[in-house]
């Protein structure tokens, strides 16, 4: 057995952990640079600890899910304004897009050199700026994860910029800033949450020190996910699902995703999809085709029992097969209200250009087992 784990250089997790955040900076730099995603009214509490801990602030807003002109942006900000240190909240897009300008601030030469997929995928040649990634959704774990994904739209593709380096140096989770989500951002960044505790768990790649995030993120997803959506105020559910999104984090930065996650990159790149309600749409219908791919080809694979408990933890019941798993997880995106894939204009005649990128994503590599172009298309249809 050889293995590595790789996380963030420290891990603050609480209610009104935020306020810790300027004690934090301040020991990291002088200077920071603030990304933030949509809402500036999220920044004031950050802003205030961090100007009361003597911390100077630039802003840098990112809009919607970060592209590699807007981090190559932001990183040019920052060497302006003499940043030395980036802190990022709020949803996973704007923690990559911090994650992203750190590493891009200090590593000189076009984004392109370091990309997967479309670019030339060379490492880094210098340590990013110190980073602080503080999540006010609970989903995409992006907080203790090596990487940053990135939209490409010239080539209608998203992709990562990728090194042990990007490590966050601090990740800071406070449920608290997550109360105030609405209940369908709740449910699409829920489900990511809930994906990215599942494909490591049943990945070949999976190792002791994940599988305890794991059926953890996976136990507290199952009970309280759909709680957090019907009643945003339930503190408890909400400190689940945080909790839930973390765990995610941890293990898919140091294990492997599958085939859910192997869809969502091409098809986030290609349409105006949201990441969340890629993987909330298409999870059950992965579930399912992996399981009757295992049970036809690979009956003794130890996969099939890894998804029998995801299914007993999820749903609670002791018995529980692995098809009642898939089962519960397409039913709960269609009772927490996920859009199928058809609200997005994807139409069957789509599906070819699909499932021949997919195929060759690098989370696809990570699935159970190799599935083939019909049952990726199936897949497809499934979630239509």
Do not use: W
């Given at each position: 057995?050889?293995?590595?784990?790789?996380?963030?250089?420290?891990?603050?997790?609480?209610?009104?952990?935020?306020?810790?955040?300027?004690?934090?900076?301040?020991?990291?730099?002088?200077?920071?640079?603030?990304?933030?995603?949509?809402?500036?009214?999220?920044?004031?509490?950050?802003?205030?600890?961090?100007?009361?801990?003597?911390?100077?602030?630039?802003?840098?807003?990112?809009?919607?899910?970060?592209t590699v002109e807007a981090a190559t942006a932001g990183a040019a900000l920052a060497r302006a304004e003499g940043c030395d240190l980036v802190v990022a909240l709020g949803g996973g897009s704007a923690l990559d897009a911090g994650k992203a300008i750190a590493a891009l601030t200090t590593n000189p030469?076009?984004?392109?050199?370091?990309?997967?997929?479309?670019?030339?995928?060379?490492?880094?040649?210098?340590?990013?700026?110190?980073?602080?990634?503080?999540?006010?959704?609970?989903g995409t774990g992006s907080e203790v994860t090596r990487n940053a994904v990135l939209g490409v739209p010239?080539?209608?593709?998203?992709?990562?910029?990728?090194?042990?380096?990007?490590?966050?140096?601090?990740?800071l989770v406070d449920p608290e800033l997550t109360y105030d989500l609405p209940a369908a951002v709740t449910a699409s960044t829920g489900m990511d949450a809930l994906t990215q505790c599942l494909e490591p768990f049943v990945s070949p790649?999976?190792?002791?020190?994940?599988?305890?995030?794991?059926?953890?993120?996976?136990?507290?997803?199952?009970?309280?996910?759909?709680r957090a959506c019907h009643d945003g105020s339930d503190r408890e559910a909400r400190e689940d699902m945080a909790l839930a999104s973390l765990?995610?984090?941890?293990?898919?930065?140091?294990?492997?995703?599958?085939?859910v996650h192997g869809f969502a990159a091409p098809l986030g790149g290609m349409y105006a999809v949201p990441h969340g309600a890629i993987c909330a749409r298409l999870l059950?219908?992965?579930?399912?085709?992996?399981?009757?791919?295992?049970?036809?080809?690979?009956?003794?694979?130890?996969?099939?029992?890894?998804?029998?408990?995801?299914?007993?933890?999820?749903?609670?019941?002791p018995g529980a097969t692995p098809e009642q798993g898939a089962v519960w997880a397409t039913a709960l995106a269609d009772e927490l209200g996920i859009p199928r894939l058809a609200a997005y204009g994807i139409t069957t005649s789509d599906f070819p250009?699909?499932?021949?990128?997919?195929?060759?994503?690098?989370?696809?590599?990570?699935?159970?087992?190799?599935?083939s172009d019909e049952e990726l298309t199936a897949i497809l249809h499934a979630a239509l």
């Open positions: 057995m050889r293995f590595e784990f790789a996380t963030a250089g420290r891990i603050i997790f609480g209610t009104g952990a935020l306020r810790e955040a300027g004690a934090l900076a301040a020991a990291l730099g002088r200077r920071a640079l603030v990304v933030r995603g949509r809402n500036p009214e999220r920044l004031a509490p950050l802003l205030e600890t961090l100007r009361a801990a003597g911390v100077a602030v630039v802003t840098f807003a990112v809009a919607g899910e970060p030469g076009d984004p392109l050199d370091y990309l997967e997929v479309v670019g030339r995928g060379q490492p880094l040649v210098a340590a990013p700026l110190p980073c602080i990634a503080i999540p006010t959704t609970a010239a080539e209608r593709v998203k992709v990562s910029l990728r090194s042990p380096l990007m490590l966050p140096r601090v990740a790649a999976a190792t002791p020190l994940t599988d305890g995030p794991c059926r953890e993120g996976l136990r507290r997803a199952g009970r309280s996910l759909r765990c995610g984090g941890l293990a898919l930065a140091n294990a492997r995703l599958g085939a059950g219908p992965v579930m399912a085709a992996n399981i009757g791919a295992l049970r036809e080809r690979a009956p003794h694979s130890p996969a099939l029992a890894r998804y029998a408990e995801a299914a007993h933890l999820l749903t609670g019941e250009a699909i499932v021949a990128r997919a195929s060759r994503a690098s989370s696809m590599q990570g699935n159970p087992i190799t599935l």
